[in-house]
Each structure stands twice: as structure tokens, then as C-alpha cells.
């Protein structure tokens, strides 16, 4: 970035002994649609109601 925020972010961190290993991740993980288990069961439809 232009603004400079990644550079200030690194030097502070340098500067900072507790911090001697620090990961940054910007990975978004996604999981499969069938990963969540089973469907949920639907509550029963009143009847005469119009199916989905």
C-alpha cells in the first residue's frame, strides 16, 4: 500500500521482543457444502400448504 500501514505494522513488530514470530494470513478457507453434516430436518408443513 502506498500509505505506508504495512511498514509501520513490520516495525513495530520488530521492535517488540515478545513478538520474535508472528504469522500473517489472509487466506480464506472454505469448506465443502456437504462438510456441515446432514440436512436439518424442516418442521411439518400445515396442511394444505403449497410445497417448495
Given amino acids: 500500500m502506498a500509505s505506508g500501514v ?3 505494522v513490520l516495525a513495530a513488530v520488530q ?5 520474535h514470530t508472528l504469522l500473517v ?6 469448506a ?3 462438510a456441515s453434516g446432514p440436512r436439518k430436518k424442516r418442521a411439518a408443513s400445515p396442511p394444505g ?3 417448495r
Fill in 32 to 34: 465443502h457444502q456437504h
Fill in 15 to 19: 521492535q517488540d521482543d515478545a513478538l
Fill in 25 to 30: 494470513d489472509s487466506t480464506t478457507v472454505r
Fill in 6 to 8: 504495512w511498514a509501520r
Fill in 49 to 51: 400448504a403449497q410445497p
